[in-house]
C-alpha cells in the first residue's frame, strides 16, 4: 500500500467521522430545542412571539455546528493539503 492510499483511506475515514459525530450532536441539540419551545408555547401563548424568535435563533446556530462539520469534511476530502506534499514528493 503506497503512501497516496493510506492517505485517500485516512481522509476518507475522517470526512465520515467527522460528519457523523458532527451532525448527531446538532440533530439531538435540536430536537430538544424545538421540544423545550413548544412545551414553553403551550404553557404561555402570549410569549409566542419572543419564544419563536428565540428558537429560531437558537437552532440557526445549532445548525451552523453541522454546516461547519460538512465543510471541514468536504475539505478533508477535496482539498487536502497532504495530497499536493505526497505528489510533490514522489515528483509527480
Same mark, same amino acid.
Not at 19 to 36: D, R, T
Not at 54 to 83: D, H, K, Q, R
Given at each position: 500500500?503506497?503512501?497516496?492510499?493510506?492517505?485517500?483511506?485516512?481522509?476518507? +475515514? !475522517?470526512?465520515? $467521522?467527522?460528519? #457523523?459525530?458532527?451532525?448527531?450532536?446538532?440533530?439531538?441539540?435540536?430536537?430538544?430545542? &424545538?421540544?423545550?419551545?413548544?412545551?414553553?408555547?403551550?404553557?404561555?401563548?402570549?410569549?409566542?412571539?419572543? +419564544? !419563536?424568535?428565540? $428558537?429560531?435563533? #437558537?437552532?440557526?446556530?445549532?445548525?451552523?455546528?453541522?454546516?461547519?462539520?460538512?465543510? &471541514?469534511?468536504?475539505?478533508?476530502?477535496?482539498?487536502?493539503?497532504?495530497?499536493?506534499?505526497?505528489?510533490?514528493?514522489?515528483?509527480?
Amino acid at each position: 500500500m503506497d503512501s497516496l492510499t493510506l492517505i485517500a483511506i485516512c481522509s476518507i +475515514i !475522517t470526512a465520515g $467521522l467527522t460528519i #457523523g459525530i458532527g451532525v448527531l450532536g446538532p440533530s439531538l441539540a435540536e430536537g430538544k430545542a &424545538v421540544a423545550s419551545a413548544l412545551n414553553a408555547l403551550a404553557q404561555q401563548p402570549d410569549a409566542s412571539p419572543t +419564544i !419563536t424568535r428565540t $428558537l429560531f435563533v #437558537g437552532l440557526a446556530m445549532i445548525e451552523s455546528t453541522a454546516i461547519y462539520c460538512f465543510v &471541514v469534511s468536504m475539505i478533508v476530502l477535496f482539498s487536502n493539503p497532504f495530497w499536493n506534499y505526497i505528489i510533490a514528493q514522489n515528483g509527480g
